[in-house]
């Protein structure tokens, strides 16, 4: 009779560990919103449970990120900041002040490639609104405004202040990817398992992916929106593209898209799209969107130099990659029209 | 084996009769050669030359049913030209292991011929998957221990019932008066009627509960869900092609000593030939789904389905 119940509460034991382990297994949380003016989409693996809250929070985190950075509203940083140009220093959150120097960084190594202080130039091409070309006075005053040097971070203080009225900041090609990084960083804390966190074009990996393999991240052909350009595959790390095909209108039979070139007030020209992937999110934002401003030798050098991958496209069709990059990505070209 | 039986003439009884298991031993597994497997999964087979060792083990005690087996065992592979090769190693694995689990369990009060079986089939599979683990370098092999463990327990009952039934009909006629030392199961008269006994289902059942907890338990794991689109290669450990199973096509390849062709189609990959001794390859037939699996121990060739990456990347950057 013993022996029976000694097996009887075995396999009770041994049921419970099963069902336990059964329970505990990686989920796979996936949810998607619109914020910061883009499609956010987080997926979180993790046990169950851990993997819906971590999501959540990782929503909300970027929601908030998207209320302190938004133009459009008026409470937000960027918006006082604008408000206040030339007149007084705005005291911002952390994050915002960490934004601002991280972008003004990346904006003295490029030599002013990259500017934070693009706002007024955008305005005048009017993306955001359908877009129109600018006449010469308006493109001209508009430059005069540009100069990311004007704008005073005081760390001390927590306060920004842009130097002239009539300045504008515009964080948009560094916010998603540091946001991107935040959010990465809040996950980790999670103690997610592993987590992919897209902002429009900023991509951040953590972990490894459940399943095996690397994770399998592709690039829009710039040309044929159907189409992959490459397919990298990556362990880790942050992932950005800046495209010609990202953002644009077409004005008397020409297309004009969004990456402005501070030098010159219009669309930069020469690339269709900058692919870096970089060891944090703003670098990965910033230096895709400075590359593709410095042309295909000169950002290839660029991207060389600060030590990140890239993978370089111009406008006609030439492919080139950094030698890390080599290894990451599968690069199908595909027909590139003249 | 024969324990003081103090007639005259029991050695050479036992003798004749452990020649005679052996004969049918090695008959069986001639023709279990020509029969096709009972499943198409690398290493399941009939296991009847399997009923002569459980035979000699219930007659004889366990020397009687190693000597049944290690005999039979040699000699076929001394007839398919096998001896020493790769597939001598894991066959020997996988038999030894059988016969060490089959005299442990007669040992049983509970279980009848059939759960002794049962038990010798599952020991089979894990002797022989682990030496063709080893053998063909390719530890991937491993994964087919679910579809063994499901499959085991089934034939080798359906073994053991037969070795039940004859059991009975010779004790019935008197032929067993004089046989030696045995397991329990053998000789017991309460229920030796039963062919099939309650704890033989258990035993069975609880294989075939691990299969299942293993199956189920694959996805959490291991890659290779999704849509086949490859099929992996190895020979001797090292890849030596992946085959692409939307394109159709033929594949001759060359291992060390041996010559085997893969053929790829609508979406499937088999062994389309093979001059190997025991065809187990060619005889597994067309596989289609990630994680199936067609081994070919003698020429030490692995060959696997594996699944796209879940069908697309996991993200686009537009």
């Known amino acids: 009779m013993r022996s029976k119940w000694w097996s009887a509460v075995a396999l009770l034991v041994a049921t419970a560990l099963l069902v336990f382990v059964w329970w505990s297994r990686p989920q796979r949380v996936e949810r998607t919103a619109l914020l910061m003016d883009t499609p956010v989409r987080v997926v979180v693996y993790a046990s169950r449970g851990r993997a819906e809250e971590a999501a959540d929070r990782a929503l909300e985190l970027v929601a908030r990120l998207d209320a302190l950075w938004s133009p459009g509203r008026t409470d937000s940083d960027v918006a006082r900041v604008n408000a206040a140009a030339g007149a007084a220093p705005v005291s911002v959150a952390p994050e915002t002040l960490e934004l601002a120097s991280l972008a003004l960084q990346v904006a003295r190594e490029s030599g002013g490639a990259f500017d934070p202080t693009i706002g007024p130039l955008a305005a005048a091409w009017g993306f955001g609104e359908g877009g129109r070309v600018p006449d010469d006075a308006a493109r001209t005053a508009a430059r005069a405004l540009v100069n990311w040097r004007d704008l005073k971070v005081d760390e001390g203080a927590g306060t920004l202040f842009l130097a002239r009225p009539g300045m504008q900041v515009d964080f948009g090609a560094v916010a998603k990817g540091y946001a991107a990084r935040l959010v990465r960083e809040q996950l980790e804390a999670d103690g997610v398992q592993a987590a992919l966190v897209q902002l429009g074009g900023s991509i951040a990996l953590y972990g490894d992916k459940p399943g095996g393999g690397p994770w399998q991240i592709a690039v829009q052909h710039p040309r044929n929106p159907q189409g992959y350009l490459a397919t990298l595959s990556l362990q880790g790390g942050f992932v950005d593209t800046a495209g010609d095909y990202q953002r644009y209108f077409e004005q008397d039979g020409v297309r004009y898209h969004h990456i402005l070139n501070p030098a010159t007030g219009f669309p930069a020209t020469g690339m269709a799209s900058v692919t870096v992937v970089a060891p944090r999110g703003e670098w990965a934002d910033a230096y895709a969107t400075a590359a593709f401003v410095l042309g295909m030798e000169e950002g290839y050098r660029f991207l060389v130099d600060h030590g990140v991958e890239g993978l370089l496209v111009s406008d006609s069709g030439e492919v080139r990659m950094t030698p890390g990059m080599d290894a990451l990505a599968e690069v199908t070209p595909g027909d590139w029209p003249e | ?318």
């Open chain 2, 1 to 318: 084996m024969s324990r003081g039986n103090p007639r005259v003439g029991s050695s050479v009884r036992e003798l004749t009769r452990l020649g005679l298991l052996t004969a049918v031993g090695l008959v069986l597994a001639l023709v279990e050669r020509q029969l096709p497997p009972p499943a198409p999964v690398p290493g399941v087979r009939w296991g009847l030359a399997n009923a002569a060792t459980l035979a000699a083990l219930a007659l004889g005690g366990p020397g009687a049913g190693f000597v049944v087996w290690a005999v039979r065992f040699f000699l076929v592979q001394v007839f398919s030209g096998s001896l020493f090769g790769p597939a001598f190693f894991v066959g020997g694995a996988g038999g030894l292991l059988a016969w060490a689990a089959m005299a442990v369990f007669s040992h049983s009060r509970r279980l009848g011929a059939a759960g002794v079986s049962a038990a010798g089939a599952v020991f089979h599979h894990l002797g022989q998957l682990a030496a063709a683990a080893v053998v063909t370098a390719a530890p991937g092999v491993l994964w087919l221990l679910p579809p063994l463990l499901l499959l085991g327990p089934p034939v080798g009952l359906l073994t053991g019932i037969l070795v039940g039934m004859i059991l009975r009909r010779l004790r019935a006629a008197g032929a067993l008066a004089d046989t030696g030392a045995q397991p329990g199961w053998s000789v017991r008269q309460g229920d030796g009627g039963r062919v099939i006994r309650p704890a033989d289902l258990l035993l069975a059942g609880g294989s075939v509960a691990l299969a299942l907890v293993l199956v189920f338990g694959r996805p959490w794991w291991a890659a290779g869900t999704g849509t086949a689109t490859q099929a992996v290669v190895t020979v001797a450990g090292s890849t030596w092609r992946t085959l692409d199973l939307r394109q159709d096509g033929v594949y001759p390849v060359e291992p060390a000593g041996g010559h085997l062709v893969v053929e790829v189609a609508g979406g499937a990959v088999r062994v389309r030939e093979s001059d190997c001794p025991d065809q187990i390859c060619v005889l597994t037939g067309w596989i289609s789904a990630p994680g199936d699996m067609i081994v070919c121990v003698p020429y030490r060739v692995v060959i696997q389905v594996v699944g796209g990456t879940t069908g697309g990347p996991d993200a686009i950057l537009r």
